[in-house]
């Protein structure tokens, strides 16, 4: 025995373990040894090895496998690139003579995880529950990470809210689920809860989610304080932490901080850090660094991936660099890289934002990939801009036959007839709108005051300060006007008088925050809002008028990009 265990040491490859198992059946003795064989099914299916056909081979060469050896095969299932097998051989399992145990609930429910496998998840759950392993802080938490991954936060909180005992691991599961699932701040007050009333410290799992969360909100008070104490408790070691920062930073509108923390990391940079700051200065127009960034990658021996290239092009899109742009796709075959569907998008969008919708048009035709939805949406929003009727309608033709119900293609052909007038148009793409139960996504905003996220939508009436808000931007609309705004109406989908339509302009939710943010600082403070949607035209005109006769910086960031207003102007140029 302990000869065989000496050779079990030794294995550290598939011939190896060929090897051992030829021997202990040559001298029949491989059914006698259960440790031995548990542990060979755990070399063959777990990394780095990972050759799970010969494990699940081997297994059924078992006369009377134990718990341990299910647990083996399910553990590497789990872990592999077909997770739906784990949970496969979990329902075996659970019908065979052989019991599960908590370790077995553990490896199918990380499969769930993985696969989002959530009436799956339900099952097991009621299960482990029926075998007594309800306690299990290990198992709650796995059972918790699944429930958050799949989108059912509200089962995850329940889960974590009846545990009788809470370790870091748990915490964070909550918090990223939180996060990940669009609700950044109970992510943020979770992590508050965590740290102030618990006093448990974060590691480097919990500040991922906390800094995805303030990312998400544009919460700068609550990044930075989650930055200093990165830097005190030294997890900027870990360079997805670092990555994190340099992302939350960008989204908060610091793109400056951002790369300080880029140029100043403690820990050796990745190529995911490369694409996020080159990412970043994409997303605030800043092509021109972008560019110089993405040349300096390769110069630091970096390769770049098609993420690299996609960043670099958002950015050529963002800052108007067609010439350019077209080049670094054009040289992406020379570079090793295939263009994807993403790649083609952009450029499409570059070249539709520019005007040039033929020769936007004949990329797409040349696509060795059959075209996707939102390629064909990125059409339909150049001809909206240049109001190409006809190129309008080919693309919403090609939208419906993919089957698209995005409320944003119908919203964007109604736009284009509106700007044409084109009344009977617009009625009937709302009645088809109507047929198929399609509705507009609601846009809201976000601003930050002294450390509080308040949030808007358009036409708000919740807020405790409305009165205030509205009153502010009554007196705005009579500012403005002075130096020539007048609301650009042309957009606005129904047929009706053009009072109504102002109105219905007044009051979107940037409006509002921006109302807010200016009856709630002090003069000269810049005014950040977040928007889930694309700002509009008429809000787009209204920011730089505002910028200029309230002298404040107002900094927007939309679904694509920043827009930074001063004095006037904004920074995309109006190229957006």
Not at 47 to 63: E, R
Not at 412 to 430: E, F, I
Not at 535 to 552: A, E, F, P, Q, T
Request: proline share 2%; aromatic share 8%; net charge neutral.
């Amino acid at each position: 025995m302990a000869n065989l265990e000496l050779l079990l040491q030794k294995c550290d490859s598939l011939t190896g373990i060929k090897q051992l198992q030829a021997h202990l059946v040559t001298i029949g003795r491989f059914q006698l040894y259960p440790s031995i064989t548990i542990k060979l099914l755990e070399l063959c299916a777990l990394p780095p090895i990972a050759n799970l056909p010969y494990a699940t081979t081997l297994f059924h060469q078992l006369q009377s496998p134990s718990t341990r050896h299910w647990n083996a095969v399910v553990r590497g299932l789990a872990q592999s690139l077909q997770p739906t097998q784990a949970i496969t051989w979990y329902a075996t399992m659970s019908r065979s003579s052989q019991k599960v145990d908590a370790l077995t609930c553990s490896f199918a429910l990380k499969a769930c995880a993985r696969a989002l496998a959530l009436s799956e998840a339900m099952q097991i759950h009621s299960q482990l529950l029926r075998f007594g392993f309800g306690r299990d802080v290990l198992l709650r938490t796995t059972l918790l990470d699944v429930y958050a991954k799949v989108g059912k936060l509200g089962f995850a909180q329940k889960v974590f809210d009846e545990m009788p005992e809470r370790d870091i691991a748990c915490w964070n599961a909550l918090v990223a689920g939180l996060a990940q699932g669009s609700q950044p701040s109970e992510a943020l007050a979770l992590f508050e809860r965590m740290t102030e009333e618990e006093g448990l410290q974060p590691n480097e799992v919990t500040v991922l989610g906390a800094l995805s969360a303030c990312s998400q909100l544009g919460a700068l008070r609550g990044g930075e304080r989650i930055h200093t104490y990165i830097v005190n408790a030294k997890l900027d070691t870990h360079v997805i932490v670092c990555n994190a920062v340099i992302d939350m930073y960008a989204k908060c509108g610091f793109v400056d901080r951002a790369y300080q923390v880029f140029e100043n990391m403690r820990c050796g940079k990745n190529l995911i850090t490369w694409n996020t700051m080159i990412m970043a200065f994409a997303m605030h127009g800043d092509g021109c660094k972008a560019l110089e960034l993405f040349e300096k990658m390769g110069k630091n021996g970096v390769c770049a991936d098609a993420v690299s290239y996609l960043a670099a092009l958002c950015a050529c899109n963002h800052a108007g660099l067609v010439e350019d742009g077209v080049k670094l796709f054009n040289s992406m075959a020379g570079g090793g890289m295939v263009p994807n569907v993403k790649h083609y998008g952009t450029v499409v969008d570059l070249l539709g934002r520019a005007g040039r919708l033929q020769e936007a048009y004949e990329i797409v035709k040349s696509m060795p990939m059959f075209p996707d939805v939102v390629l064909w949406q990125t059409l339909l929003g150049a001809s909206k801009t240049y109001g190409n009727v006809e190129m309008a309608e080919m693309a919403s033709r090609n939208l419906v036959e993919l089957g698209s119900e995005g409320c944003g293609d119908f919203v964007l052909l109604s736009n284009v007839y509106a700007a044409h007038k084109r009344w009977d148009d617009v009625g009937r793409v709302r009645e088809a709108m109507k047929r198929r139960d399609v509705k507009k996504i609601p846009g809201f905003g976000y601003i930050e005051v002294e450390g509080v996220i308040h949030k808007f939508v358009n036409g708000d009436q919740n807020h405790v300060n409305r009165r205030e808000i509205y009153s502010k931007l009554d007196e705005i609309k009579c500012r403005i006007k002075a130096y020539g705004y007048v609301e650009k109406t042309n957009h606005v989908l129904h047929d009706i008088g053009e009072e109504d339509k102002e109105n219905a302009l007044s009051y979107h939710c940037e409006k509002l925050a921006v109302a807010f943010g200016l009856i709630s600082t002090s003069d000269g403070t810049p005014i950040q809002v977040i928007k889930n949607l694309r700002i509009c035209d008429d809000c787009h005109v209204m920011m730089k008028l505002v910028s200029k006769v309230y002298n404040r910086e107002i900094i927007v960031r939309d679904r694509a990009r920043f827009h930074r207003f001063q004095d006037g102007l904004c920074s995309c140029r109006d190229y957006w």
